[in-house]
C-alpha cells in the first residue's frame, strides 16, 4: 500500500543502497568501482539471461569484494592497461551470498554441470567475498571473444584443455590469446585462475580465504 512504512525507497533508507548491499557494508565489504571507477560491473545473476534463468540479486547491481581482493582487481586492471590501453576489465560476479549458491547448487547437483558450480556446504570463494567472474570489453563495453560464454558449463570453458583444443580448431589464436591477455592481467595482480573455468579467478588459495574472512550468508 501507500503507507510510509512500505515506501518502495529502499525500505525507507535514504542512501540508495538495499538491504544487500548494507548487509555487505556491514560486514566489511566495498564496492570495487570505489576503489576503481574505470572498472565494468555487469552482475550475471542480477539479470534474467544467466544459467538460472532469471534474476537472484534482488536489487544488487554493484560488485563487492573484500578490500584486498579489490585492490587486487584494480592492479590486474592497471596491467591489462599498461598493454592494452583500450581495454577493460568488465566484471560479472563478486560476492555472491551462500543462499544464492545454495540455490545454484540445487540446479546443477547430480548433473554434468556439477562441477563448475562450488557445494555451498563448504562455500564458494564467492561466498566469502574473494573471487571474481571477469572478462575483458572494449571501450564501448563489447565483450571479447573468449570462445565461449560466461558459464558455458562444458569442456570448451576449460582452461586445461586449451591447448587442445586450439590444435583441434576448437579454439582460434584469437580466442585462446585473448584469454591470456586476460589470465597475464590477473594473474600478475595475485589471482589464481581456475582450471575448469577461464572467467573465475580466486584472490587467494582456499585456505588462506577460510582463515581470513566469513561466509556472507
Ligand atoms: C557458477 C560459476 N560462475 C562459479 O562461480 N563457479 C565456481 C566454481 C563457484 O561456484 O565458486
Ligand atoms: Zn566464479
Redo the contacts with the bound molecule.
Keep these: 500500500g501507500s503507507s510510509p512504512m512500505h515506501s518502495p525507497a529502499a525500505g525507507g533508507h535514504t542512501d540508495g543502497k538495499g538491504d544487500i548491499e548494507r548487509r555487505l557494508i556491514g560486514q566489511g565489504l566495498i564496492d570495487v568501482q570505489t576503489t576503481d571507477p574505470l572498472l565494468l560491473v555487469d552482475l550475471k545473476y542480477a539479470r534474467s539471461d544467466n544459467f538460472m534463468g532469471e534474476n537472484v540479486y534482488g536489487d544488487l547491481r554493484k560488485c563487492y569484494l573484500h578490500p584486498e581482493p579489490a585492490l587486487m582487481l584494480k592492479e590486474a586492471h592497471a596491467r591489462l592497461h599498461d598493454r592494452n590501453p583500450d581495454l577493460v576489465l568488465l566484471l560479472l560476479?563478486g560476492v555472491r551470498p551462500r543462499s544464492v549458491?545454495q540455490r545454484?547448487w540445487e540446479m546443477v547437483k547430480n548433473t554434468p554441470m556439477q562441477p563448475?558450480?562450488?557445494n555451498p556446504a563448504r562455500g564458494?570463494?564467492?561466498n566469502y567475498g574473494a573471487?571474481v567472474?571477469v572478462t575483458i570489453a572494449r571501450a564501448d563495453g563489447t565483450p571479447l571473444d573468449m570462445g565461449t560464454g560466461v558459464?558455458h558449463f562444458g569442456m570448451l570453458a576449460q582452461p586445461r584443455e586449451e591447448q587442445r583444443f586450439l590444435r583441434e580448431g576448437m579454439l582460434s589464436p584469437e580466442q585462446v590469446a585473448n584469454r591470456e591477455i586476460l589470465r597475464n592481467a590477473m594473474l600478475e595482480a595475485g589471482f589464481q585462475p581456475?582450471a575448469i573455468?577461464w572467467w573465475?579467478f580466486n584472490a587467494f588459495d582456499k585456505d588462506t580465504t577460510r582463515r581470513r574472512y566469513a561466509i556472507i550468508e
Design positions: 560476479d549458491q545454484m563448475y558450480v562450488a564458494s570463494m564467492h573471487a567472474d558459464d581456475l573455468e573465475h
